[in-house]
């Protein structure tokens, strides 16, 4: 990755202690949501590209915040690397790292999150010039015990850890060194946003903003 996307992705991480990863369903969610998780004090939002409305949920928010950091998850291919861009993203997350996403993001001017589970993903990342990574499936991969044991051969690199992250477990995570911060969708549940309580979703964003923020965040 070209290390001043890396900055910037390094800014936009070091936002928040927790980043909200969002399934917007429908699009009549997107702005109140969007201002009910800024209201709370979380500036980093990842929609996912799990819904239909997505990417238009993306470019409404985009346009309605340009203050805050929108940016797309579940970004499989270049194609959709290239539809996030279009649609006003200002970063990229995906679950994994294939050889033709790679090669889209070295060509973007979207700094890309790529995700790995294991020790051969890290390597090939890094080897790809990414210093930060989502851990994912997090909890899955080993959750803490995992990153403290990366953090020996790999200290130069930075995590988002997502996957089984939730208020009671995001403290443990945010304490070890090379967390820069987490990422959960505890922050918006269905059943909140189906009958639109975006009161209690700035509640819930509260107290998400309110955990430590990690020293990888502000290094």
Known sequence: MNPSLDQTLQRILAASPVMPVIAIERLDQALPLA????????????ITLRTPVALEAIRLIARAFPGAHVGAGTVTT???????????????????LTASLLEAATTSQLPLLPGVMTATEVMTAMEAGFRHLKLFPAEQAGGVG???????????????????????NAPGYLALPNVACVGGSWLTP???????????IIDLARQAAALPRPAASVR
């Open 35 to 46: 201002e009910a998780l800024l209201t709370g004090g979380l500036n980093s939002l990842e």
């Open 78 to 96: 270049p194609e959709a690397l290239r539809q996030v861009a279009d649609a006003g993203a200002v970063f990229a997350v995906s679950p994994g």
């Open 146 to 168: 995992m990153l403290k044991a990366l953090a020996g051969p790999f200290n130069k690199l930075r995590f988002c850890p997502t996957g089984g992250i939730s208020l009671q």
């Open 190 to 200: 269905k059943a909140l946003l189906d009958i639109g309580d975006w009161k209690a």
